[in-house]
Nanobody, 117 residues
Framework: QVRLVESGGGLVQAGGSLRLSCAAS????????MGWYRQAPGKQQRDLVA????????NYTDAVKGRFTISRDNAKNMVYLQMNSLKPDDTAVYYC??????????WGQGTQVAVSS
């Protein structure tokens, strides 16, 4: 099993920055893909924000390209999301997701990000 714990959320003004962190722990050999998803207020689905493979390949949703940067530290089993030029539309609960080598997926509890205009 994999346990994911997010941190770094908060309230920030539009144009500001936040850095989210996600720590993975538990019994696993390797995590293939780690990523960030978000659930906006009033929405039921979690939308992809960004993912990064163990080899460092990244993928971003168009809405955050050029503003957000995902990175990971395989030695520490950490994944990060640097969020710059934040907009009110970025307000959401941000969830960390990981996939292990057996293609099982795990989710964190989420961290709230609120961007005021």
């Amino acid at each position: 099993q994999v346990r994911l714990v997010e941190s770094g959320g908060g309230l920030v003004q539009a144009g500001g920055s936040l850095r989210l962190s996600c720590a993975a722990s538990g019994t696993f050999v390797r995590l293939n893909v780690m990523g960030w998803y978000r659930q906006a207020p009033g929405k039921q689905q979690r939308d992809l924000v960004a993912t990064v493979t163990s080899g460092g390949n990244t993928n971003y949703t168009d809405a955050v390209k050029g503003r957000f940067t995902i990175s990971r530290d395989n030695a520490k089993n950490m994944v990060y999301l640097q969020m710059n030029s934040l907009k009110p539309d970025d307000t959401a609960v941000y969830y960390c997701k990981a996939e292990d080598r057996l293609y099982r997926t795990f989710w964190g509890q989420g961290t709230q990000v609120a961007v005021s205009s």
